[in-house]
């Protein structure tokens, strides 16, 4: 590193491969001083401008706000605060488009201002010196100061360099991009201001030595930094004009001849790179206790009648500035944020600046023409001759067009810094730099699905694995308390219950062995018990069906002395029918001989076995209760003939009842006849 200091001091140079020269069209801006754009009648303050996640909102619609106060919150890591860039009222927050060339939008903070203008509350520190590093880098981070070069990273979290020593600090005025000349009219005019920066960066990242890289076609700022430049160790470095040494590989190359390594970083070499924009805003930040609320911009372009720089608060609307510089719009006017090499043209006017934000372009169409339809590509290799990078663009196009990002990657495509110069020189005037970018963004989003697909992985990997150490520490925890237990019951009757229960019951096994069948239980009694049950339920439905359905004995004597079954039967069909002779007044009906009634019933039965059964045993009870009845009537013949002679009396009133009174008295007679010969 000491020679390489040596050889930097001596004066020498480098260069980077490839490279080209397009027209530079800055003196349209670069010859008139920075002026005060003004103050808009409102501002549209995106919560993000930076690369990196936006910071919670610390304000609410109806707040009034000071100039300078933070409207989002700062927090650790890539999280830098939005400002309010003049004293009004928070009147609205919501969506809004913003300044990116898919022309989405994002949550940004509406602003009114009140005229006045008034500041918050400062607090510079001109003795920063007496400041230690982290609160320096507390400092810069509570300003929002991003990268104003274009990549707006957070400035503090790259300074912080995760501890690695810088050996060279190097401030980027290689303003290189066609019409731009923000870098150029702020060293002429503020670089006492840009050497106490410088000296903060020093007092903060102890280099070895400072280079500052200029351009030789700004010489009017290359003597004022150098009448500025009264440090030993800070170098003012003139390189020659080509387009892109302003990237950060390539000015590094260009002032130290060393090359960044793919997927390396400069502050792995000890090497720190900070666009003079950015060094000017911290000095701001630190000694002034200015947040940074507003830029300098480049208005250029034909269409201006009055191009130039100018200081203006962030959040201005783009349309209010093109107006305030007297726009003199064409059909179908475009205007460019940007450069034409590496800037995109706004969806509308109604875009809010931001800290990106270097230079409004709207040239007329003589000026910068359109690009011509695209073309089948000659593979004339002009594109991999421009490459600053040192790549295969032809081949990077065809991969990417292709949606072969794995082969892209293959070829460095993240080496690409897109610049532009591969298009630029491109003969069929392919969008080389378009489809680079499609190709990176696809990359980018197919990793974080990859990604939120293995932090889910993980999430639930350590969900199984906790509910598994949960298990295992219950049943730890029963085994313990079951051995606790079992020690207690131990201690108190000498010896362990559970193990004697056990030793007990194997003793027993092999005392008295037995076979499977003398093990099995003997339900013998529980079997003829069932049974006795099932059979008195059967009893007692019987006699149930005896005591509610009167006895129909006449008709059916001779049958049931000869068969009690088929009695059974008879009995109750000549119930039946007396019981529909009754309902239809018919009594002749009811009185039904027992042979029809038998030979019905045996159909019923034989086609019924369960009404048979029913039958036969309801006709056993009958005959049972006929043989007790008969005897009362021979022991008393003279109350036989006395109820002969009452019951019909009786029964005249109800058809029914005559009928089986009737059916009795026959039974009766034929009884007794039959006794009588006996």
């Given at each position: 590193m000491q020679s390489l200091l040596e050889r930097i001091k001596a004066g020498t140079l480098w260069d980077f491969h490839g490279g080209i020269h397009p027209p530079e069209n800055k003196e349209q801006s670069s010859l008139t001083p920075v002026v005060d754009a003004g103050l808009p009648p409102q501002l549209i303050i995106p919560v993000r401008q930076h690369a990196g996640p936006a910071g919670d909102l610390l304000v609410r619609v109806g707040d009034r706000v000071k100039k300078g106060q933070p409207l989002t919150r700062h927090e650790k890591g890539r999280i830098v605060p939005v400002h309010a860039s003049t004293s009004g009222t928070i009147t609205a927050i919501g969506h809004h488009t913003v300044a990116h060339p898919s022309g989405l939008d994002d949550l940004c903070i509406t602003l009114t201002p009140d005229g006045e203008d008034a500041w918050g509350e400062r607090k510079g520190q001109a003795d920063y010196w007496n400041l230690e590093r982290g609160e320096l880098l507390e400092r810069i981070q509570q300003a929002g100061i991003a990268g104003l070069g274009g990549a707006v990273?957070?400035?503090?979290?790259?300074?912080?360099g995760r501890g690695q020593l810088t050996e060279i600090l190097i401030v980027n005025g290689l303003e290189c991009e066609p019409y731009i000349t923000t870098d150029d009219r702020l060293m002429q005019e503020y670089a006492d201001e840009i050497m106490d920066g410088i000296r903060v960066l020093k007092h903060l990242l102890k280099p070895k030595l400072t280079l500052i890289g200029v351009e030789d076609n700004k010489p009017a700022a290359i003597g004022e930094l150098t009448r500025h430049a009264t440090d030993e160790d800070v170098l003012v470095k003139t390189v020659p004009t080509k387009y892109p040494s302003g990237g950060a590989k390539q000015t590094i190359e260009l002032l130290t001849g060393r090359q960044v390594p793919k997927g390396g970083r400069a502050v792995d070499m000890g090497i720190m790179v900070l666009n003079v924009a950015t060094v000017f805003a911290i000095k701001r930040a630190i000694i002034d206790g200015e947040p940074l609320i507003s830029r300098i911009v480049t208005l250029t372009g034909d269409a201006f009648k009055k191009p130039g720089n100018a200081w203006v608060l962030l959040g201005t609307p783009v349309r209010w500035l093109l107006q305030r510089f007297e726009l003199q719009p064409e059909a179908d006017q475009r205007v460019i944020m940007g450069g034409p090499m590496m800037g995109f043209t706004l969806p509308h006017a109604m875009v809010p600046v931001v800290k990106a934000t270097n230079c409004l372009l709207s040239p007329t169409r003589a000026e910068l023409p359109p690009p011509g339809p695209e073309q089948a590509c000659i593979r004339c290799s002009a594109c991999a001759d421009a490459c600053p990078a040192n790549l295969l663009p032809q081949e990077l196009y065809w991969y990417s067009r292709a949606k072969e990002y794995d082969k892209a990657e293959g070829l460095n495509l993240f080496d690409c810094i897109e610049c532009g110069a591969c298009a630029?020189?491109?003969?069929?005037?392919?969008?080389?730099?378009?489809?680079?970018?499609?190709?990176?963004?696809?990359?980018?989003?197919?990793?974080?699905?990859?990604?939120?697909?293995?932090?889910?992985?993980?999430?639930?990997?350590?969900k199984q694995a906790?509910?598994?150490?949960?298990?295992?520490?219950?049943?730890?925890?029963?085994?313990?308390?079951?051995?606790?237990?079992?020690?207690?019951?131990?201690?108190?009757?000498?010896?362990?219950?559970?193990?004697?229960?056990?030793?007990?019951?194997k003793a027993k096994q092999e005392a008295a062995p037995v076979g499977a069948s003398e093990l099995a239980p003997d339900n013998s009694a529980m079997i003829a018990a069932r049974e006795a049950r099932k059979q008195e339920a059967i009893a007692r439905r019987a006699a149930k069906a005896l005591d509610t359905a009167p006895a129909m004995p006449g008709d059916a004597t001779a049958t049931t002395e000869a068969d009690p079954k088929k009695a059974a039967i008879a009995?109750?069909?000549?119930?039946?029918?007396?019981?529909?002779?009754a309902q239809s007044g018919d009594t002749e009906a009811a009185q039904a001989t027992p042979a029809d009634a038998t030979a019905s019933t045996s159909a019923a039965a034989q086609s019924d076995p369960k009404k048979a059964a029913i039958a036969a045993a309801i006709a056993r009870a009958k005959a049972k209760k006929a043989q007790a009845v008969s005897e009362a009537d021979a022991t008393e013949p003279g109350a036989d003939s006395s109820a002969e002679t009452a019951e019909p009396t009786g029964a005249g009133d109800d058809p029914k009842k005559a009928a089986i009174a009737a059916a009795i008295a026959r039974a009766k007679a034929k009884k007794a006849a039959a006794q009588a010969q006996g």
């Open positions: 990273f957070p400035t503090h979290s790259k300074l912080d630029w020189v491109c003969p069929s005037e392919i969008p080389l730099v378009q489809y680079y970018k499609i190709a990176k963004d696809d990359i980018r989003e197919a990793r974080a699905e990859a990604e939120k697909a293995e932090r889910a992985k993980q999430r639930f990997e350590a906790r509910f598994e150490r949960e298990k295992a520490a219950r049943e730890a925890r029963h085994a313990e308390a079951a051995a606790q237990r079992r020690q207690a019951m131990t201690a108190a009757g000498g010896e362990d219950p559970v193990a004697a229960a056990l030793a007990r019951l009995a109750a069909l000549a119930r039946a029918k007396a019981k529909k002779a």
